[in-house]
């Protein structure tokens, strides 16, 4: 089926790439050549175009990754301005630490601002004209075409819904056959007529698994007649979550619940993260690891780290980390006890490392290795999740993700003894919702939010 959602995607990053150079000049013009500022001396442009060849690959990189091309709704308006400005600002950046880096010093500040300043405003600017463009004179893109629907039900409904409502196509329902719905225009039997009285560009058919016998011979009377056809499966509606098609080795597969994680990109955006930030991480806080072991020597017998098996990417088993915040335990009793609210087990210093959770932080080992990621579903203990696979619908979906530090279920306090159904939930809307951004916003709501620290006993 045509849309000019693909088009408006194109015309955007051919827009983008003029707008970046219009900035440019634009802002050129107005710091150099303009009388608004005093006159003093500059390098040449062919100097000042270093800041193209660093900027613009930035900034569509950062583009693509908020997904500032696909169209959105009017009331998603704000959200993709902020998306823009986001990828103009951290462009900005890369540029000055670059320069910095490389002892580049000799470039005005004010051109720089006034570049980035000009480019997020002109990118705004470029698509409320692409978009008034393209829904308003959508009928000098796409010629009208008649479809014909095959099968009365709920996807049939839906489709024709969307069709009415989206400013991205034109169609012209001709009708609906069926052999059991009172307002269809035709029985199956009926198709070829149909065809013939009427002009018919598209065929959908979209019938019920147990009609799928009538498929070979309505699909004959649409080859028959060069008719473009598409097929809507039943089955998608026992579907659980997103759906998507992939295709291997020419082969088409449905991915019955879609995460933007089983992309190999967003992978390796995420793993990359998790190594430069972990490293970072336990360097940093290589003192604070000292400090706090020193006190758990202090305070109780026992090691300093505490190891215990947890469920991870893909149901794997691994060993997790952490700083050891109880007395030493029988090994049987930990595997199966729950942490609760004033837990007598704890040590001293370890009420104070688990509220603020700084017993989590041998987890950033575990992270560099590769068991986990800073932000995901919180790993639980095998003999847990055994119990709650089988309570607790959807349950072992978390386990399609490493898991994390910190996760979208833990920023919004659901951690410790609190409802594993709530949870779950949260995580399985981070797995299909996941996206580099995101998990920056969780990250920051860890450190200065105060939902982190609920529950954390």
């Avoid at 150079?21 to 006159?39: D, R």
């Avoid at 062919?46 to 930035?58: D, K, M, V």
């Avoid at 004033?342 to 009420?351: S, W």
Wanted: some cysteine.
């Amino acid at each position: 089926m045509h849309s000019l959602k693909s088009l408006y995607a194109n015309l955007n990053k051919v827009f983008d790439i003029v707008v970046v150079f219009l900035s440019f000049f634009i802002a050129w013009f107005i710091k150099f050549e303009s009388n608004l500022f005093p006159k003093v001396g500059h390098l040449d442009v062919e100097n000042y175009l270093l800041i193209l060849a660093i900027f613009l690959p930035s900034y569509f990189l950062l583009a693509l990754i908020s997904k500032v091309y696909q169209p959105a709704a009017k009331s998603s308006a704000l959200r993709v301005s902020l998306k823009l400005f986001r990828a103009n600002v951290i462009s900005l950046a890369v540029v000055v630490i670059i320069f910095y880096i490389i002892k580049q010093v000799d470039y005005s500040r004010i051109f720089l601002a006034l570049f980035t300043l000009i480019n997020f405003t002109l990118s705004l600017i470029s698509r409320y004209i692409l978009i008034r463009l393209i829904i308003s004179n959508k009928t000098k893109f796409i010629k009208q075409e008649n479809i014909l629907i095959i099968g009365a039900n709920d996807l049939s409904d839906n489709l024709i819904l969307k069709i009415k409502t989206s400013p991205y196509v034109e169609y012209n329902v001709i009708g609906i056959i069926d052999d059991y719905s009172k307002s269809a225009l035709a029985k199956s039997s009926e198709l070829e007529n149909v065809i013939k009285m009427h002009h018919v560009d598209e065929i959908i058919i979209a019938l019920r698994l147990e009609e799928y016998k009538k498929l070979p011979w309505i699909i004959n009377i649409c080859e028959k007649y060069g008719i473009r056809t598409y097929i809507i499966p039943d089955y998608l509606r026992y579907i659980p979550s997103k759906a998507q098609i992939e295709e291997f080795e020419g082969i088409p597969l449905i991915n019955i619940r879609y995460s933007p994680l089983d992309e190999w990109t967003n992978r390796f955006i995420k793993r990359s993260f998790d190594i430069v930030v972990s490293l970072i991480g336990l360097i940093l806080c290589l003192p604070l690891f000292i400090i706090i072991a020193i006190l758990i020597k202090l305070t109780s017998k026992g090691p300093v780290l505490f190891t215990q098996e947890r469920v991870g990417y893909n149901r794997r088993i691994f060993k997790m980390h952490k700083f050891r915040t109880m007395y030493v335990q029988d090994p049987d009793e930990e595997k199966v006890r729950w942490t609760t609210k004033d837990d007598p087990r704890r040590t001293p210093i370890g009420r104070i490392l688990r509220r603020l959770s700084l017993d989590e932080l041998p987890q950033l080992w575990d992270v560099l290795v590769g068991n986990m990621s800073l932000v995901g579903p919180r790993p639980e203990r095998p003999y847990f999740v055994e119990k709650f696979k089988e309570e607790i619908p959807k349950y072992m979906i978390k386990h399609r993700v490493r898991p994390g530090i910190t996760g979208w279920a833990q920023i919004h306090g659901l951690r410790g003894d609190t409802s594993i159904e709530e949870r779950i939930k949260y995580d399985i809307w981070y797995i299909e919702n996941w996206s580099f951004w995101l998990d920056i916003k969780i990250i920051l709501a860890t450190i200065f939010g105060g939902k982190f620290m609920e529950n954390a006993y």
